[in-house]
């Protein structure tokens, strides 16, 4: 099945400095990467996601970059704020009929943006 | 819209005890509906797969007779955690994918508040 790995655990920046997580999966075959961000006590919400036809994707200060080849993704947080303090989980899965079927999430990262 | 709800958001219950947790999908109909396992400071884990009207598919190590499984429509699965005992305490999270026509992103599973399970 598929392993999806996630660096850094824990991740403190100064306001307004940029931030960037690093997953890495196994899975040659899976083709969807979303990551997701997770305040404490509530529910995972959508960031952003990128297919594997694409190489990098942005929305406004958030950005994910994929590199199939060498099966690994990131994503990029520019101008970071303390509201951007939170878990962001990094996930892997395969788009088949095209629906999203299950996601293996990476380990999280505790992002914390010191004002 | 692809609005989850989960309910109920919190229980505490003794051990030895049956806790349902229900996920509904409130604006669309889910085909599939995930539920997942979070430990304190750890990931989201994936128990089991519930697909209406038919059986769940379980995740390896995940006790198919202890986590019930029912999906009797395309807007209602519940998650029966049965006999719980105090290292079943956990936050349940639901997730929710929509059939039929495709929403804004037909990748994008929905998920549920959670439910936080606390067994004495």
């Known amino acids: 099945g598929e392993n999806v790995e996630q660096h850094p655990s824990t991740l403190s920046v100064q306001e307004g400095d940029s931030a960037v997580i690093k997953c890495t999966y196994s899975?040659?075959?899976?083709?969807?990467f979303p990551w997701y961000k997770q305040e404490l006590g509530k529910r995972p919400q959508l960031i952003i996601d990128i297919r594997s036809n694409v190489g990098e994707k942005k929305d406004q200060r958030i950005a994910v970059t994929l590199n199939k080849t060498a099966k690994h993704f990131s994503l990029h947080i520019t101008e970071t704020q303390p509201e951007d303090s939170a878990v962001y989980f990094c996930?892997?899965?395969?788009?088949?009929?095209?629906?999203?079927?299950?996601?293996?999430f990476g380990s999280g990262t505790q992002l914390t943006v010191l004002p | 819209g692809a609005v989850v709800s989960q309910h109920p958001s919190w229980v505490i219950c003794k051990s030895g005890t049956s806790v349902k947790i229900e996920c509904r999908s409130l604006d669309f109909q889910a085909t599939t509906m995930f539920w997942y396992r979070q430990f304190p400071k750890q990931s989201l884990m994936l128990m089991a797969t519930?697909?209406?009207?038919?059986?769940?598919?379980?995740e390896q190590g995940v006790e198919k007779d202890k986590f019930l499984i029912n999906h009797a429509s395309l807007t209602l699965s519940t998650l029966t955690v049965t006999s719980a005992h105090p290292e079943d305490s956990s936050f349940y999270i639901c997730?929710?994918?929509?059939?039929?026509?495709?929403?804004?992103?037909?990748?994008?599973?929905?998920f549920g508040p959670g439910t936080r399970l606390t067994v004495l």
């Open positions: 899975d040659s075959a899976s083709n969807y």
């Open positions: 519930s697909n209406e009207g038919s059986k769940a598919t379980y």
């Open positions: 996930a892997a899965s395969m788009i088949l009929s095209g629906s999203a079927r299950q996601l293996t």
């Open positions: 997730s929710a994918r929509e059939s039929g026509r495709a929403p804004k992103s037909f990748n994008e599973q929905f």
